[in-house]
């Protein structure tokens, strides 16, 4: 599922389009409902199923905006919230995995400060210029040594857990 406030053609699994919260809302629940049923099975040694990938696009907007909708019984107001810190803590586990797209990775905007925990869960990429301002705010200078290499990239991509990642390489 892809869960976007943007519209968008009909693609399968996407959900939101045209700032569908509701849909986004009912998504994330049935992800907390699927991340229950898979902790259930695992407890009882069985097997649980197969990778489940989600990916939410401008999260903290989606998020804030999830938080503004009235509350009903199968979908508490900061679900997004929850949805979030549950599948940070516990989806990997069970083969549930998220890409929360944003411009920026404030704790603050995210919801999530003060849980180190949570922000460690993350990789952050930077693309394009904030790249190149992530790089020259590294401690450690022999990694900021290689901005050459970035700068004669066209569109440079860093990933501030594991280093440097250039366009059409994996880590």
Same mark, same amino acid.
């Given at each position: 599922?892809?869960?976007?406030?943007?519209?968008?053609?009909?693609?399968?699994?996407?959900?939101?389009?045209?700032?569908?919260?509701?849909?986004?809302? #009912?998504?994330?629940?049935? %992800?907390?409902?699927?991340?229950?049923? &898979?902790?259930?099975?695992?407890?009882?040694? !069985?097997?649980?199923?197969?990778?489940?990938?989600?990916?939410? @696009? @401008?999260?903290?907007?989606?998020?804030?905006?999830?938080? !503004?909708?009235? !509350?009903?019984? %199968?979908?508490?107001?900061?679900?997004?919230?929850?949805?979030?810190? &549950?599948?940070?803590?516990?989806?990997?586990?069970?083969?549930?995995?998220? =890409?929360?797209?944003? #411009?920026?990775?404030?704790?603050?905007?995210?919801?999530?400060?003060? @849980?180190?925990?949570?922000?460690?869960? =993350?990789?952050?990429?930077?693309?394009?210029?904030?790249?190149? #301002?992530?790089?020259?705010?590294?401690? %450690?200078?022999?990694?900021?040594?290689?901005?050459?290499? =970035?700068?004669?990239?066209?569109?440079?991509? =860093?990933?501030?857990? !594991?280093?440097?990642?250039?366009?059409?390489?994996?880590?």
């Amino acid at each position: 599922m892809t869960a976007t406030p943007r519209p968008g053609r009909g693609r399968t699994g996407r959900r939101g389009a045209g700032r569908d919260y509701a849909a986004i809302a #009912q998504g994330i629940a049935e %992800d907390i409902n699927e991340l229950r049923r &898979r902790t259930a099975l695992h407890g009882e040694g !069985e097997v649980f199923g197969g990778k489940v990938v989600r990916v939410i @696009e @401008e999260y903290p907007s989606t998020a804030a905006e999830l938080a !503004e909708m009235l !509350e009903t019984a %199968d979908v508490p107001k900061d679900i997004g919230l929850v949805w979030l810190r &549950r599948l940070l803590r516990r989806g990997r586990k069970y083969r549930m995995k998220v =890409f929360a797209v944003a #411009q920026e990775f404030e704790v603050n905007a995210w919801k999530i400060a003060g @849980e180190g925990g949570l922000r460690r869960a =993350f990789t952050v990429l930077y693309l394009a210029r904030p790249a190149y #301002q992530a790089l020259s705010n590294l401690k %450690d200078k022999a990694s900021a040594n290689s901005s050459g290499v =970035f700068r004669s990239r066209p569109l440079p991509v =860093f990933g501030g857990c !594991e280093g440097p990642v250039l366009p059409g390489t994996h880590p």
